[in-house]
């Protein structure tokens, strides 16, 4: 499953992360599994502060 996650800042956007997830038994993926795996990139890359990361809105979109 692919999705774009597009990361929102005070109203503006930051960033357009492209994720893809593979399931390939179980239940569906939901939006907020593809916003957890954007909210670690975005933890682990080190270019967002704290307060970026805590006021940061997305968005899911599929491709």
Request: no cysteine; glycine share 4%.
């Amino acid at each position: 499953m692919r999705k774009i996650v597009d990361v929102f800042v005070t109203d503006r956007i930051v960033a357009s992360y492209p994720v893809v997830a593979e399931r390939l038994a179980g239940p569906t993926l939901s939006d907020e599994h593809f916003v957890e795996l954007v909210k670690a990139q975005m933890q682990n890359s080190g270019f967002y502060s704290t307060d970026e990361r805590a006021a940061a809105k997305f968005m899911v979109r599929g491709l």
